[in-house]
């Protein structure tokens, strides 16, 4: 069974940075695709930013340059660094793993395990 638990989410104000946190247990292991989706009041949940365990990335066109995905083998943690933050990054950010090992195009939709969620509030 995989659990995904994030952490680090709260209140800044517009130009802070948050760093969010989220450990994985279970099946998950290094080799695994993790992102971070998140999703804002009225809106679709989106795809912020995906890792694979080799390093790969891909972000949104909205957080690149501000935002790094990266990852403590070690730990099975991954990690959300949020710079410049913007009102508009307000929403839940959740955490995610799949089982493949490569990034592809169909993250987009989704992955196939899914954290609780952590509230971003960015204000203006």
């Known amino acids: 069974q995989v659990q995904l638990v994030e952490s680090g989410g709260g209140l800044v104000q517009a130009g802070g940075s948050l760093r969010l946190s989220c450990v994985a247990s279970g099946s998950i292991s290094s080799r695994n695709v993790m992102g971070w989706y998140r999703q804002a009041p009225g809106k679709q949940r989106e795809l912020v930013a995906a890792s694979t365990g080799g390093g790969s990335t891909n972000y949104a066109g909205s957080v690149k340059g501000r935002f790094t995905i990266s990852r403590d083998i070690v730990k099975n943690t991954m990690y959300l660094q949020m710079n410049s933050l913007k009102p508009e990054d307000t929403a839940v950010y959740y955490c995610?793993?799949?089982?493949?090992?490569?990034?592809?195009?169909?993250?987009?939709?989704?992955?196939?395990?899914w954290g609780r969620g952590t509230l971003v509030t960015v204000s203006s």
């Open positions: 995610a793993a799949d089982e493949a090992t490569v990034l592809h195009a169909d993250f987009r939709y989704g992955m196939d395990y």
